[in-house]
T-cell receptor, first 116, second 112 residues
Framework: NAGVTQTPKFQVLKTGQSMTLQCAQD?????MSWYRQDPGMGLRLIHY???????DQGEVPNGYNVSRSTTEDFPLRLLSAAPSQTSVYFC???????????????FGSGTRLTVV | GESVGLHLPTLSVQEGDNSIINCAYS??????FIWYKQESGKGPQFIID?????DKRQGQRVTVLLNKTVKHLSLQIAATQPGDSAVYFC???????????FGRGTSLIVHP
């Protein structure tokens, strides 16, 4: 049981490049989310999903796309990287409504992205 | 990892002391609250949660107190250890929503 797995752990991109941050969970969780974390800013929600085929925007969605074709995977795509997207990105999952034990999110270990 | 703590409120304590980390939440409709611990270079880790129909919940060395009247949440850590040094986040979930909202966090520094 690996929990939430994020790849890569580190990435450097040039401005304008695109890439996909991968997130996979093996807990059969309904809910998955992407957050970015900047110094002193806490965790800000980018996009989230409440089940396969369903996604929605969070607080800071611009410049990012997501899809949820399976319960397990929730990739985050940067369409055209900008220096403002330099951050630490966390994926998280939760069992969702009706799953009392899993209202709290399980987080991955993060992807540290630098855009130059 | 250490950059997470920059510009955050900081609490410094001596090893063995009790620590109290405070959090003010924003929405009176929030029905569920969670505390997370984030160590340097790692993702946030669930510590303890509490529903809005409770005012206190205890775990191992940790207690969460909820005061709905003033929309205040606190995390008490007994006999604080150097391994407790981390950034602590509170999160609130508004009733009917799917996703919790996180506060900015507090950096706890434990001196041996």
């Amino acid at each position: 049981n690996a929990g939430v797995t994020q790849t890569p752990k580190f990435q450097v991109l040039k401005t304008g490049q695109s890439m996909t941050l991968q997130c996979a969970q093996d807990m059969n969780h309904e809910y998955m989310s992407w957050y970015r974390q900047d110094p002193g800013m806490g965790l800000r929600l980018i996009h989230y999903s409440v089940g396969a085929g369903i996604t929605d925007q969070g607080e800071v969605p611009n410049g990012y796309n997501v899809s949820r074709s399976t319960t397990e995977d929730f990739p985050l795509r940067l369409l055209s990287a900008a220096p403002s997207q330099t951050s630490v990105y966390f994926c998280a999952s939760s069992g969702g409504q009706g799953t009392r034990a899993n209202y709290g999110y399980t987080f991955g270990s993060g992807t540290r992205l630098t855009v130059v | 990892g250490e950059s997470v703590g920059l510009h955050l409120p900081t609490l410094s304590v001596q090893e063995g002391d009790n620590s109290i980390i405070n959090c003010a939440y924003s929405n009176s409709a929030s029905d569920y609250f969670i505390w997370y611990k984030q160590e340097s270079g790692k993702g946030p880790q669930f510590i303890i949660d509490i529903r809005s129909n409770m005012d206190k919940r205890q775990g191992q060395r940790v207690t969460v107190l909820l005061n709905k009247t003033v929309k205040h949440l606190s995390l008490q850590i007994a006999a604080t250890q150097p391994g407790d040094s981390a950034v602590y986040f509170c999160a609130e979930r508004i009733g009917g929503s799917y996703i919790p909202t996180f506060g900015r966090g507090t950096s706890l520094i434990v001196h041996p």
